[in-house]
């Protein structure tokens, strides 16, 4: 069965410094990975996702994730925090046959002035 | 105007009552999901549709059931709402057409059960 975990429910950074949010998935076949990002009372939005075109994959604000099939991961990461990135964070898995999105449990970015 | 459209986005009812909460889309998509946010938890699957006559449950169906009215249109409704039912529900679409692989989301529904 798929799974996915999020390392860290919350993870705190300085404005400018390196984010790194972890994500590993269970497959038995090729997954599809998600990141997506929820504001405070809004809905998920996709930040970037993992189809088979390219391990290293950008999405908007600044961010990408890198597939690691050795390591089952899918981390994201930004190079330097921004205020506006603070946020919850979601993972998500899809395997290519099927079309259930299967979620992990979220980390909440707080970013430091 | 959104493409996944929620309503209610708040909802606070009483321990018992039947509620329905609404999805509605014009993105043209067949697949169609419901999923209750925990905090904690993530996102949890509770039903999904591939198309208007397929309903599927997903890990958390009990307590719940949908109706799939048209395609545009996917319903979730709590039959006697009680209050470990409080959370934030969204619906969710995709298609199956190809090269499309993400879901697109509501605004979510904020649902009380007192």
């Known amino acids: 069965a798929q799974s996915v975990t999020q390392l860290g429910s919350h993870v705190s950074v300085s404005e400018g410094a390196l984010v790194l949010l972890r994500c590993n998935y269970s497959?038995?076949?090729?997954?599809?990975l998600f990141w997506y990002v929820q504001y405070p009372n809004q809905g998920l939005q996709l930040l970037l996702k993992?189809?088979?075109?390219?391990?290293l994959v950008k999405g908007i604000n600044g961010f990408e994730a890198e597939f690691k099939k050795s390591e089952t991961s899918f981390h994201l990461t930004k190079p330097s925090a921004h205020m506006s990135d603070a946020a919850e964070y979601f993972c998500?898995?899809?395997?290519?046959?099927?079309?259930?999105?299967?979620f992990g449990t979220g980390t909440r970015l707080k970013v430091l002035a | 105007d959104a493409d996944v459209t929620q309503t209610p986005r708040n909802r606070i009812t009483k321990t018992g009552k039947r509620i329905m909460l609404e999805c509605s889309q014009t993105?043209?998509?067949?697949?169609m999901y419901w999923y209750r946010q925990d905090p904690g938890l993530g996102l949890r699957l509770i039903y999904y549709?591939?198309?208007?006559?397929?309903?599927n449950k997903g890990e958390i169906s009990d307590g719940y059931s949908v109706s799939r009215q048209a395609q545009a249109k996917f319903s979730l409704s709590l039959e006697s709402a009680i209050p470990n039912q409080t959370a934030l529900y969204f619906c969710?679409?995709?298609?199956?057409?190809?090269?499309?692989?993400?879901?697109?989301f509501g605004q979510g529904t904020r649902l009380t059960v007192v």
């Open positions: 993992y189809t088979s075109a390219a391990t």
């Open positions: 549709s591939f198309d208007v006559k397929d309903i």
């Open positions: 969710a679409t995709t298609s199956s057409g190809s090269g499309n692989t993400e879901a697109f």
């Open positions: 998500a898995v899809r395997n290519s046959g099927t079309y259930k999105y299967i």
């Open positions: 497959s038995s076949v090729p997954p599809y």
């Open positions: 993105k043209g998509h067949d697949r």
